[in-house]
């Protein structure tokens, strides 16, 4: 008798993925990254074929010091036209595609880079895939004279709006704002709810990414690298 396998940890699943996402960079590209513990095994992975392509463009402070410290040059979003790929984690994801990011903090720029992108590969471990998104604190980044007036408004619509803390002050985003987490939501309409949120006066970007969302999501299981296509 095989002795059965322990299942893979939530790090070697994001290991895999972040493998199986270098099937997707074309040689002599730019690459768009995203942030966040999955990407970072991207980046490690992607630093094996850095002579073949010509460098990324990234959407955090966190993310850019990684690539350069693996020798792989990163662009600023304003030197390039378009991307063929964007690769970037979510917090949540469902069958259609959407999803909800920021969990790092990182969604502005998340979502600049994404919009640079032909496509959006989503790599992610199996426990993000969800059938209705809202369970993760939605992130919303804020001006933040209109923090508590956009809270409010979540009010309205049955959410509990909490500013982001760090070394307990107002964490500070790589653009210089606060983030809001949002719970008590269930987003039925994805494209409809960040079409809304993203109109209401201080709101700089809501965590929701259905206008850019993933073309192709690599989610870690317990049985490799399942592909889904949307």
Not at 53 to 76: C, D, F, K, M, N
Not at 147 to 153: P, S
Not at 200 to 223: D, E, I, R, Y
Request: charged fraction near 20%; aromatic fraction near 4%; hydrophobic fraction near 45%.
């Amino acid at each position: 008798m095989t002795t059965p396998q322990p299942p893979l940890s939530q790090d070697a699943l994001k290991t895999l993925v972040g493998q199986a996402a270098l099937h997707y960079v074309e040689d002599g590209s730019i690459v768009g990254v995203g942030t966040g513990s999955t990407v970072n095994k991207f980046i490690d992975a992607l630093a094996g074929m850095k002579e073949r392509i010509r460098g990324a463009v990234s959407s955090s402070e966190a993310s850019t010091q990684r690539l350069r410290a693996l020798g792989i040059p990163v662009l600023e979003a304003g030197e390039v036209r378009s991307l063929p790929v964007y690769i970037d984690g979510a917090d949540e994801i469902d069958e259609h595609g959407y999803m909800v990011k920021g969990g790092g903090a990182a969604l502005t720029r998340e979502k600049i880079v994404a919009a640079l992108a032909d496509r959006f590969v989503c790599i992610a471990d199996e426990s993000k895939l969800v059938k209705a998104l809202g369970a993760f604190p939605l992130p919303v980044e804020v001006i933040p004279m209109a923090a508590a007036q956009i809270t409010r408004r979540f009010e309205q619509l049955g959410g509990t709006a909490v500013l982001r803390q760090k070394d307990d002050q107002p964490l500070v985003t790589d653009n210089g704002q606060h983030i809001l987490d949002v719970t008590g939501l269930v987003i039925t309409d994805p494209l409809a709810f960040e079409s809304e949120v993203n109109q209401w006066p201080g709101v700089v970007t809501v965590g929701v990414f259905a206008h850019q969302k993933a073309s192709v999501c690599l989610l870690g299981t317990s049985q490799g690298v399942r592909t889904l296509g949307f």
